[in-house]
């Protein structure tokens, strides 16, 4: 299973701000601390704003910061709000599935499962947990930039 470019840049995101809880930032410094698309990334505020992980505040001053506490924003949330579709295979959507041996498979029980348990390990995790757990500070990776 691989995320998509999306959540990543969703993940990164928050992570972000949850270095520096206490100001804002812009999506433009977001991007050059990441070296990634200022377009790609304004499609992700937008998502996680409408998703009410983060606040934003347009005009003079304005920018971005986390809607709840670091410790309140389980990966596994961001994760299951930022993959579109999570369908290893096929089988996984019974409206479009044409699998001959489905009926008989074992292997989507075993994807299924693999699934869950991907999510669930992703539930364990906070965004503080992502920000607190590091070799070396990420406010440091970031602001050299």
Do not use: N, W
Request: proline share 2%; with cysteine.
């Amino acid at each position: 299973m691989r995320l998509t470019r999306y959540s990543d840049y969703s993940l990164r995101v928050l992570m972000y701000l949850a270095i520096r809880p206490e100001r804002v930032a812009t999506i433009e410094e977001i991007a050059d601390a990441y070296r990634i698309s200022k377009a790609h990334l304004m499609k992700v505020v937008h998502g996680l704003g409408r998703a009410g992980f983060l606040e934003t505040t347009r005009g003079r001053g304005g920018g971005l910061r986390l809607a709840r506490a670091s410790d309140a924003i389980s990966v596994g949330d961001v994760v299951r709000h930022t993959e579109e579709c999570m369908d290893l295979v096929e089988c996984f959507d019974a409206r479009t599935s044409q699998c001959r041996i489905e009926p008989a498979c074992i292997l989507k029980d075993a994807l299924e499962e693999a699934l869950t348990a991907f999510l669930e390990a992703l539930d364990g995790y906070t965004l503080a947990d992502l920000v607190a757990r590091r070799r070396k500070p990420l406010t440091e990776l970031l602001t050299s930039a």
